[in-house]
């Protein structure tokens, strides 16, 4: 009789937490550059997290449960990132998105080791997964992976004895220009012209010249899209000749949209562009512009990306246990034709950094032509 | 009514300290930083303060100073020296170049002292960040170690903020000392009317000088708080936004007013953190409400204050006119 | 040598910029002791406002003229009234702090009821280049220097020869003077205003399809144009045009010979010893009136 | 008796424009000189040059028997030279009290013990003796600011003589003060002179008033000395009359 009751109870009390279990939403926490020199960077990132959740949840959520995410503006800030990441983290998140500037996420990413829970961010830095983290996730290739198969290119392709290289002074910009600086040296390709340039700078004509006056076998540039932009139709105005190379931001559709013809002849490498030869992406970007009304650029993707990841590997473990969630992801390949989210196949290694197929591409007649795929490596 | 007020005045500035001891102590990790924050700015816009709010010197450079006070700190901790040396080195150093930045007080006042301050701020950013070999530039500088203090470690964010807030109290001590002292009376003569003070024999040069040069210190002192606190700097946030913050908080908090530091620090940390439930439109109240509030009170917070207790003496001295007079009245 | 010519063009181009921005900041200083921090904003605002007109059906004709109008409403008319005036009285530094609060609040309110993304903007003057002495320009900076020159020949012209022109003069030099005599301060200052928002409304024009719309481009106008201000002359409408030529051929000619890295410093280091030396600007009066 | 302050052909011009051609005079121990003369005629721009606000573009000045042409006003104030200006001068939001003892903590130890010493630099006493002087008693923690007029005044005086002074040279202290607060002023002035043997210059269109106080009076005209003398005489003078009457 006693036990009975016991049981009844317990029978009550489980129903209850399964119900609870089945109807709570999943909490998901993002810290982003919503505002401040990293604005662009974090609202598309931030338009992409929502993207992909709308879909979930359309058909039904993540293992019946809803996800449900907070934004908060990091202000492009590093010391507003960490209260903004530690205020997270006192929610207790399933997971951590962002932030997408390294600096932010050098600041934050011990905060969320120590608290047990996974950082899926933005950041390119190389340094970012050299620390031995095991809760911090890239969502696009680290400048270590990506500058080495530009240089290659830029050796064996164009075989350019030297090369200017154009940077934009900040974090995401210095980072690849030291990586590439390495890279250059490895191939004995000399740096003739290395050319700071500043976030938002309109005027391009000197920094031109200079590369004018080095007579460089090719140009490297890593801007962000406005500025490459801006650049290319300088290059062209003082008709610069040589092959200009690139990343994801020089060859994008926003950059080709700005500059028009100035763009046409860049070429780059692309590891994640709304323009890659993929059904999948295209969808992506047919949905994202539908919702948005503009194009994305990378940041939009590995927003979208990162909720997916959060979708595979929890349907992996097929619970949703935050402690488990690192280890998890670590070495999982995710495969688009079982999860068309991921957009391309996908494999993490033990660091958090990715493996997938990346692109040569080169801006023709204003449209982005595939020149050379580059196969995930395993 | 005065020694009411004085008893008054006592036991709410008791309630408060008491507060800021007590309430936090449930705080979460969160709550505390932004706390801690808090304490930190307070710190810089004191420094401003002086400068501006007594002495009446114009500073856009404020945080530029802070920045210094926390590569100091960076550079010096991250190497195994104590923050207590990295402390001195930032005072001596932000006092030597704020004393060098007052000489254009000497020759220039008002706005063209603005536009040179703010020019140096942003040269001071261009250091920051294209001297690799000493600020590791861009990158930035990480795991900056928390002190010890006395034998307590501070690592954790409760006792980190003790450290901050016992700073802020070291700190506003020493100001309400400052301010006291014939030099506060010599600033405030000198913000009032340089020329009559300096008919009185106050050499209004050393004393602008060392506005500029104390006010320029404590800055430093916010600094060499803000590296330990945040654990990983930048040269970002010490461009001129955090300049032209610190004058925001002296301006909105009540410009020459001991305590128009801890509001305006209070309204531009806390204000933000209190409308972010407004997601994408907090940046824009904030803007909003700080115009209001300038609008309403150019004369910041206290400034509001200010007026009220003017009123209310106004009213109290016609009061008093008034039963004399009716006395009088009476009598006659 | 032709290298040096080149930059010299470039800068020349990118100063025209500054200079058009520099102007009206000068303006309001004159008459109302106005820094406007948010200069640098008002020229990103009209943009945006042409841009909605235009997503809203309006040609781009149309768009300009009602975007013209929308600006002098609110940053001429809108901006005295409910910003200048209750503050004016308090000096210069809450005003100040004001004008900075307005430009983030209106950087904010175009990000989120607009856009973080840059959009390209559809431009007056027909892209392309035109080569002036073998040296190629693109006829977008010819457009904004012409306009530029138009706008110092027309508001000296204003200034000096007519009886306006003189009525704010008068106010700019000395108010109560102004007021004794007769000239309605009041409605000269309001004047200056709305010059100011036209300008900006027709720089916003220019600009933007070189500097493509986006919420932030005014903070590298505002501040570049700032500091043309201060080493052109603060109180002289032509001194802001020769701050603005002067600091785009400098920062152009520092990134060259100098160091790209530092090449913001050297504008800076200019202001800081014009400011010491000649502190009223290099074409600038000295100031009779302490604020 | 030494003179206290030697004035010899001090000269200034502003851009061709002579507003002192050329004035020597001395002041003795104790005396108060009187200096008078019509709008514009030099006297104040003679004061400043005395006083280091201007540099003189020819001339010396030496208070006892030192040279301090160019001095700034703040190194002669602590040589003991001190001074009232035109306009009214105190400091409004600072309290009576506190006016006067910022007049005064300058002359009182160094840099050092001003700011580590105590917080009136030692000066609460002088201040209030000072107070009761000049009869503001009931003021003294009263914010200058809300004082009336002529109280503004007698405070203004009262600070000259904080960091006590050898020489006070006072612009126009009369200038807009009723008749009974005249009285006070000048017989406070006279009081001090006597007890404390303070030397006076004192500027001043109020005739009666300088006339009445002064032992010396020495009159100015387009930046030149008219005539110097004793009451009676300057009275008398025909040039002096001459000036004032105009042609």
Redesign the interface.
Known sequence: MKSGIFAALLLVAMSASGAFAQGAPIKLADVAE??G?G??V???WKNGIDLAIEEINAKGGLLGRKLEVT???S?????VA??QV??A??NEPYVLLGPGY??SV??TS?LAAEAGITQIMGGE?A?LTQGGNKFLFRTSFGQQSSMPKVAKYVNDELKAKSVAIVWV???FG??GRDVMTKEFAKYNIKVAAD????A????F???V??I??AAPDAVFIYLN??ES?RILKELK???IAVPLVGETTLVGQ?VV??A?DAANGARGHVGLTTDAPVDLVKAFREKFVKKYN?VPDHNGLKGYLAIYMVKATTEKMGKVDAKKFADTLHGLTIKAASEPGILMDVTFDEKGDIDRQGFLVEIVEGKQVVKQVLPKLN | MTVKGKYLRIALGIVVIGALIIVPMNF???GL??LS?WAVMTIAAMGLNLTLGYAGQVSLAQGAFVGIGAYAAAIMTTQGMPLIAALSVAVVLCFAIGWILGYPALRVQHHYLAFVTLAFSTLAFLVF?NEDWLTK????I?NIPRPNVMGFATNRPLPFYYFCLGSLGIVSLAMWWLIRSPWGRAFIALRENPVRALSLGIDTRRYTLMAFAIGSALGGVAGTL?AP??????P??FNLSLSLDLLMMVIVGGSGFFFGPFLGAMIAVLLP?WL?FT??Y??MLYAVAVMLLLIYSPTGILGILDRYLAARRTKAASALRAVTKSKLETAS | MS?LL??LV??L??GA?YALVAVGFTLLWQTSQTINFAQGEFVMLPAFLMLALMHAGAPFWLAIILGILLSLLLLGLGFKLLLVDPMLRHGVLPLAIATMALAIGM??AV?QFF????S?FPSIVP?G?ISILGR?V?LQSLGVLALAIAVVIGLTALLNRTSIGHQMQATAQNPTVARIIGVPVERMILLTFLINAFLVALASLLITP???A????G??LGQAAFIAAIVGGFNQVRGAIAGGLLI?VV??????YVS??Y??AVPLVLLIVIILFRPQGLLGRPEERTV | MSAVLEVSDIKKSFGGIKAVDGVSFDVQEGEILGLIGPNGCGKSTLFNCILGQLMPTDGEVKVDGKVVTGLRPSELNRLGVSRTFQLLQVFPKLSVRENLILAGQEHQGNMMSRLLGPSDAGLTATADQMIGFFKLDHLATEAAGGLSYGQQKLLDAAMAFMGGPRLVLLDEPAGGVNLTMLGDLKERLTAINREKRATFVVIEHNMEFVMSLCTRVMVMAEGKLLAMGTPAEVRANPAVIEAYLGH
């Open positions: 919503l505002s020199g604005a662009t974090g609202n598309n934004h908060a503006d202000q492009s800030n590093p010391g960490r209260a530690q205020k983290l006192d390294s600096g050098k600041v011990p830095a340094e002074n900040n974090d210095k980072g050319i700071s340039t500043e938002g700078q309109a005027d004509a000197a920094d010249s200079k004018k006056a899209e406005e932009a105005r003082q008709a926003k949209e700005l028009g503009y | 979460n990790r969160y930083y932004i924050q960040r530039g861009i990158y930035g990480s803000y606190l945040t654990q990983y700097i930048d970002v946030p953190e972010r997601q994408g907090y940046l | 290298n080149d930059l470039a800068g181009a990118t910029i950087k904010e990000k856009s973080a993304e840059a390209p892209a280049d190629v693109s070189i500097y493509l986006k919420f932030s481009s903070e590298v785009g920062d152009n000619l520092a990134a060259a790209t890295q090449r913001a």
